[in-house]
């Protein structure tokens, strides 16, 4: 299948899991926000292998795309569901016969972004999800949402922050884009973590780290300037702390809405937002995270 020239707007894969539908639901909000299309696919399989080797019956097509058709309307159900009766949302459709990450790969290059559930269905699919999801976030071409199937355990979700991983890189300037954005549509507080070192303070001989801590926030003051001059209504909470960076996020994403890191970072003493770091707040987090990828 080919997606060039087609704007998809925000994409989410369906896959009627737990995981997926709680992907859709969040898709069909974010999309509304933006007032971008939505587009729900479902991606058939055709790389299955099975041994000893067998021919798959006549019929097994026809059942594969039944399947796919019931897939796909109960998930539009559960978008146009999701949004108030007063905002309007496009939801678009596929059933896509190909192997998944390609599909969602190429489909990228048409999408603002790519949303995906962290777990699929049963044991099997469970496991292809995730490496979906992992192989989507290191090569999609636009940014990834991965939506957990699990309640928010906070008082008042929808006023929570958005939360910014943030070391100075490329890769976390995109990351720095999407949080704003996010924050703005959403009427929130965005608070910037910067993680200074994975070491400790006492194991760097000489290190004042009050000295650092002033330095640290005023290289992070300027580097958020210009975004909070293009977003004047955002209220943006900055916060430098000695610690690993994987540990912050994670821990601080239990009173966030929704986290934002980029696809890599310095790596080093300085932070390293999708080596370790973001994949320790993939497999930890439990809220939504997206992972600003480059277009």
């Given at each position: 299948?080919?997606?060039?020239?087609?704007?998809?707007?925000?994409?989410?894969?369906?896959?009627?899991?737990?995981?997926?539908?709680?992907?859709?639901?969040?898709?069909?909000?974010?999309?509304?926000?933006?007032?971008?299309?939505?587009?729900?696919?479902?991606?058939?399989?055709?790389?299955?292998?099975?041994?000893?080797?067998?021919?798959?019956?006549?019929?097994?097509?026809?059942?594969?795309?039944d399947?796919?058709?019931?897939?796909?309307?109960?998930?539009?159900?559960?978008?146009e569901?999701?949004?108030?009766?007063e905002?309007?949302?496009?939801?678009?459709?596929?059933?896509v016969?190909?192997t998944?990450?390609?599909?969602?790969?190429?489909m990228?290059?048409?999408?603002?972004?790519?949303?995906?559930?962290?777990?699929?269905?049963?044991?099997?699919?469970?496991a292809?999800l995730?490496?979906?999801?992992?192989?989507?976030v290191?090569?999609?071409?636009?940014?990834?949402?991965?939506?957990?199937?699990?309640?928010?355990?906070?008082?008042?979700?929808?006023?929570a922050?958005?939360?910014?991983?943030?070391?100075g890189?490329?890769?976390?300037e995109l990351?720095?884009?999407?949080?704003?954005?996010?924050?703005?549509?959403?009427?929130v507080?965005l608070?910037?973590?910067?993680?200074?070192?994975?070491?400790?303070?006492?194991?760097?001989?000489?290190?004042?780290?009050?000295?650092?801590?002033?330095?640290a926030?005023?290289?992070?003051?300027?580097?958020?300037?210009?975004w909070?001059?293009r977003?004047?209504e955002?209220?943006?909470?900055?916060?430098?702390?000695?610690?690993?960076?994987?540990?912050?996020?994670?821990?601080?994403?239990?009173?966030?809405q929704?986290?934002?890191?980029?696809?890599?970072?310095?790596g080093?003493?300085?932070?390293?937002?999708?080596g370790?770091?973001?994949?320790?707040?993939?497999?930890?987090v439990?809220?939504?995270?997206?992972?600003?990828?480059?277009?």
């Amino acid at each position: 299948m080919s997606t060039s020239g087609k704007y998809l707007g925000v994409v989410v894969g369906a896959d009627g899991s737990p995981a997926s539908n709680a992907a859709v639901c969040w898709a069909a909000r974010d999309a509304a926000m933006r007032n971008i299309p939505l587009t729900v696919v479902h991606v058939v399989s055709t790389d299955v292998a099975t041994w000893p080797p067998m021919p798959y019956p006549d019929t097994w097509a026809v059942w594969q795309e039944d399947e796919g058709r019931k897939v796909i309307a109960a998930a539009v159900k559960i978008a146009e569901e999701s949004i108030p009766s007063e905002h309007k949302l496009t939801v678009k459709s596929e059933i896509v016969f190909s192997t998944p990450v390609p599909t969602m790969v190429e489909m990228s290059a048409e999408a603002e972004l790519m949303v995906v559930g962290s777990s699929g269905r049963g044991a099997l699919s469970r496991a292809l999800l995730g490496s979906v999801s992992s192989s989507l976030v290191r090569r999609a071409r636009c940014p990834v949402a991965i939506i957990r199937d699990e309640d928010p355990l906070m008082p008042d979700p929808q006023h929570a922050p958005v939360l910014l991983g943030i070391d100075g890189s490329p890769a976390s300037e995109l990351a720095t884009a999407v949080a704003f954005d996010e924050a703005s549509r959403r009427g929130v507080e965005l608070i910037a973590v910067h993680a200074w070192s994975d070491l400790e303070v006492v194991e760097l001989p000489g290190l004042n780290w009050s000295t650092v801590e002033a330095e640290a926030q005023c290289s992070l003051a300027e580097r958020l300037a210009g975004w909070q001059e293009r977003y004047p209504e955002v209220t943006v909470r900055r916060v430098v702390v000695c610690d690993r960076p994987a540990h912050q996020l994670v821990e601080r994403s239990k009173t966030a809405q929704l986290v934002v890191v980029g696809s890599h970072g310095r790596g080093g003493v300085s932070g390293m937002l999708l080596g370790s770091v973001s994949n320790a707040v993939l497999h930890s987090v439990r809220m939504p995270v997206i992972v600003a990828r480059p277009s």
